[in-house]
């Protein structure tokens, strides 16, 4: 877990017990400093507030059940709909009642009764080696085809990317047709799940495998790296799906804090990020595609073509999120 900037939470413990005057937001973050540092900076730089940011990848919902009343946390990215229903579930955030992010956020992309707000929409892509030639059409299905065998990489099961689509699956397909595509996604896997989604393009650079899932702004972002543009550059992006439902989309999204000591500022902070401005470095810098639907892709992830998305309510994904992860554990995906 990282600490950043000028935040003390301990010592914030104490001074939150109590209404806090402070002109500051403080933030639970699950998405990675590189993609949101720059929002928080220009927020800051507009506003006069200050952000202060804990990042970590899990365990951010059990703190702030542990710190309870006294939890300086005001506002929690992150970055799938399991964790923002999560919060919901577990009474640890509040509603908010704002026009500017009722009219910024289609309805699709919040909770009616204001509880969680989605940011940014996440394509679940299949990357494809062009060692081989673009294929004219792919599907999740093709995932399980035995002509796969042994050419296929991915990260864990159990990361929320993975887990979001198999959910999706369940949503669409059962649990009976999903155990069925697991196994066979499993059979032909060039070897154990592991590492991230740039690890996974890495891998297919490398001849490990010929196929890879991964979310698409880590391509553009790999595209921008020059240590990682050959493994980018090794690689098809293809939009799964689209000769059937479309490919599957999850966000990222944010909830105030049930406790928020500092929920004014903290609104402001939402609402600057479902802005024009906010959403519209998303696009440039994060390479994500906007929720706000006034505010257009980058020219870079514009380049890949317009794509069908799964029309499933997002709050399916986390509805048949349990049932995901069962599903996993019974045909004993990561192991």
Same mark, same amino acid.
């Given at each position: 877990?990282?600490?950043?900037?000028?935040?003390?939470?301990?010592?914030?413990?104490?001074?939150?017990?109590?209404?806090?005057?402070?002109?500051?937001?403080?933030?639970?973050?699950?998405?990675?400093?590189?993609?949101?540092?720059?929002?928080?900076?220009?927020?800051?730089?507009?506003?006069?507030?200050?952000?202060?940011?804990?990042?970590?990848? #899990?365990?951010?919902?059990?703190?702030?059940? !542990?710190?309870?009343?006294?939890?300086?946390?005001?506002?929690?990215?992150?970055?799938?709909?399991?964790?923002?229903?999560?919060?919901?579930?577990?009474?640890?955030?509040?509603?908010?009642?704002?026009?500017?992010?009722?009219?910024?956020?289609?309805?699709? +992309?919040?909770?009616?009764?204001?509880?969680?707000?989605?940011?940014?929409? %996440?394509?679940?892509?299949?990357?494809?080696? %062009?060692?081989?030639?673009?294929?004219?059409?792919?599907?999740?299905?093709?995932?399980?085809?035995?002509?796969?065998?042994?050419?296929?990489?991915?990260?864990?099961?159990?990361?929320?990317?993975?887990?979001?689509?198999?959910?999706?699956?369940?949503? $669409?397909?059962?649990?009976?047709?999903?155990?069925?595509?697991?196994?066979?996604?499993?059979?032909?896997?060039? !070897?154990?799940?592991?590492?991230?989604? %740039?690890?996974?393009?890495?891998?297919?650079?490398?001849? &490990?495998?010929?196929?890879?899932?991964? $979310?698409?702004?880590?391509?553009?972002?790999?595209?921008?790296?020059?240590?990682? %543009?050959?493994?980018?550059?090794?690689?098809?992006?293809?939009?799964?799906?689209?000769?059937?439902?479309?490919?599957?989309?999850?966000?990222?999204?944010?909830?105030?804090?049930?406790?928020?000591?500092?929920?004014?500022?903290?609104? #402001?902070?939402?609402?600057?990020?479902?802005?024009?401005?906010?959403?519209?470095?998303?696009?440039?810098?994060?390479?994500?595609?906007?929720?706000?639907?006034? &505010?257009?892709?980058?020219?870079?992830?514009?380049?890949?073509?317009? +794509?069908?998305?799964?029309?499933?309510?997002?709050?399916?994904?986390?509805?048949?999120?349990?049932?995901?992860?069962?599903?996993?554990?019974?045909?004993?995906?990561?192991?």
């Amino acid at each position: 877990m990282k600490l950043t900037k000028s935040l003390l939470l301990t010592a914030c413990i104490a001074a939150t017990a109590s209404v806090s005057a402070a002109n500051e937001v403080n933030v639970y973050s699950y998405r990675q400093p590189f993609l949101i540092e720059p929002l928080f900076e220009e927020f800051s730089r507009e506003t006069g507030i200050p952000v202060n940011v804990v990042f970590a990848d #899990k365990g951010l919902t059990e703190r702030l059940q !542990r710190e309870g009343r006294l939890s300086p946390a005001d506002v929690v990215l992150t970055t799938d709909i399991s964790r923002l229903m999560e919060l919901v579930e577990k009474d640890l955030s509040q509603s908010v009642d704002s026009e500017a992010l009722d009219n910024t956020i289609p309805d699709q +992309f919040r909770d009616p009764d204001g509880q969680w707000f989605a940011l940014t929409k %996440r394509v679940r892509n299949i990357y494809t080696t %062009r060692r081989e030639g673009k294929p004219e059409s792919i599907s999740y299905d093709d995932l399980a085809d035995p002509k796969f065998k042994g050419k296929i990489c991915t990260r864990s099961g159990k990361n929320a990317y993975n887990v979001g689509l198999v959910a999706s699956y369940v949503a $669409n397909y059962g649990e009976e047709r999903t155990k069925e595509w697991l196994e066979g996604f499993k059979t032909n896997l060039a !070897r154990r799940p592991q590492g991230n989604d %740039r690890a996974q393009v890495r891998a297919v650079s490398e001849g &490990v495998c010929d196929l890879a899932l991964g $979310n698409s702004y880590y391509y553009g972002a790999m595209l921008n790296d020059a240590e990682q %543009r050959e493994w980018a550059e090794s690689v098809h992006i293809n939009f799964p799906n689209q000769q059937g439902k479309g490919s599957h989309v999850n966000v990222s999204g944010m909830v105030l804090a049930k406790h928020a000591p500092n929920k004014e500022s903290a609104v #402001k902070l939402m609402e600057f990020l479902a802005s024009d401005k906010a959403q519209a470095t998303y696009a440039e810098v994060n390479m994500e595609y906007p929720v706000n639907p006034a &505010v257009p892709v980058s020219e870079l992830v514009a380049s890949w073509g317009e +794509f069908k998305a799964d029309d499933l309510p997002i709050s399916k994904l986390a509805e048949n999120y349990s049932t995901a992860l069962r599903l996993l554990d019974e045909v004993r995906f990561d192991l």
